[in-house]
């Protein structure tokens, strides 16, 4: 063999690497429980024990009240904190009335949730589109065009309403202009100046969304979201969006979907000082259970990098559909 006359003294980054303990010890980002929220299809459309599987979202499934409450209690014993609560109800209009329904589906999950698990952090998704006849996320004019303003008022009373169940959080989903405004001065004029606003504030027309809108029963039937979600190709967009979301009142910015928005994250991160929230939607969580089950991927090790990813993007908190899988494997 020849011996190699070095000219310069080059970089040894393999002796951090050298053992798992070395590893441990440099390793920039980790993942903790803490950081974790896991979403739930809460559905008053079957029996109290029903635990229905959701066909796109293997593993997921619509609860019944008694399931959930059930499931969630599994979850708590593994370290759940914190989780995030979708409603099926039983009966939808144009207006969403069941949205902010005093015995929704949601205010009545929350109660129970909050009545059995006062530690944990329950996030509400403020939105209309689960309890529309139509499926948008506002109401509609005669053209079908959805109608900004009037709808910030029942985005309101939906908050209001989750706030008054017993909500720790309540997180509006959308992308209505006006709408963390119009929910921070509904909740402050109700003695609510305290109950925290999660804003998905950078949130995309995204084709990531199909499982969910299975899940939760909330396509729209006509059109499509383009015209209040944000267009894929926009970065500096989404810093206005996020930027006018800080400027109503909101307390953590959300980004969704993650994964492919991961330049997103980190713009948003270094750009305001307010927690970050990154939703790794259904489409993202499908497909990694579809490959996992083709036998393609190790589902374990993807998930983890897959979230890993999101955080050392920049993000504090994820919403992740992964969350009871991974409890048992985080160490903190
Ligand atoms: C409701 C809402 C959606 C998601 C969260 N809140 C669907 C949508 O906007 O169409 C998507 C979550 C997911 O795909 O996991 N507006
Ligand atoms: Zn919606």
């Known amino acids: 063999m020849p011996s190699i006359a070095y000219t310069y003294d080059f970089h040894r980054g393999r002796r951090l690497r050298r053992t798992a303990a070395l590893r441990d010890l440099v390793r920039e980002t980790r993942l903790t429980r803490d950081?974790?929220?896991?979403?739930?299809?809460?559905?008053?459309?079957?029996?109290?024990?029903?635990?229905?599987?959701?066909?796109?979202?293997?593993?997921?499934?619509?609860?019944?009240?008694?399931?959930?409450?059930?499931?969630?209690?599994?979850?708590?014993?593994?370290?759940?904190?914190?989780?995030?609560l979708f409603g099926i109800p039983a009966r939808k209009d144009p207006a969403g009335t069941q949205g902010y329904a005093e015995d929704g589906v949601v205010q009545r999950a929350v109660r129970a949730l909050k009545a059995r698990f006062p530690e944990l952090v329950v996030v509400t998704d403020?939105?209309?589109?689960?309890?529309?006849?139509?499926?948008?996320?506002?109401?509609?004019d005669d053209d079908g065009r959805v109608l900004n303003d009037p709808t910030l008022e029942l985005l309101a009373r939906t908050a209001l309403s989750h706030a008054q169940a017993g909500a720790d959080i309540v997180a509006p989903s959308d992308m209505m202009d006006g709408r963390v405004a119009a929910i921070r001065s509904v909740l402050d004029g109700a003695g609510f100046e305290e109950l925290p606003v999660m804003s998905y504030a950078v949130k995309y027309a995204s084709a990531y969304y199909g499982p969910f809108r299975e899940a939760a029963e909330s396509a729209p039937k006509s059109g499509d979201r383009k015209s209040y979600q944000m267009d894929p190709g926009n970065w500096r967009e989404g810093l206005r969006e996020a930027a006018a979301d800080v400027a109503e009142g909101a307390d953590f910015l959300m980004v969704k979907p993650a994964g492919p928005y991961l330049d997103v994250i980190r713009q948003v991160r270094d750009a305001f000082d307010l927690p970050v929230a990154a939703y790794q939607v259904s489409g993202e969580y499908s497909m990694i259970k579809a490959a996992a089950q083709l036998g393609w991927i190790d589902e374990e090790r993807v998930v983890l990098e897959s979230l890993m990813g999101i955080k050392r993007a920049g993000a504090d908190l994820i919403l992740t559909y992964f969350t009871e899988d991974v409890l048992a494997r985080l160490q903190g």
């Open 126 to 140: 403020v939105c209309l589109c689960e309890y529309t006849s139509h499926g948008h996320c506002g109401l509609l």
């Open 35 to 84: 950081d974790l929220i896991m979403p739930y299809f809460v559905a008053e459309t079957g029996p109290e024990d029903m635990v229905k599987p959701i066909g796109s979202m293997p593993g997921q499934n619509q609860l019944g009240m008694k399931a959930f409450v059930e499931r969630v209690a599994r979850a708590v014993d593994l370290g759940l904190k914190a989780c995030i």
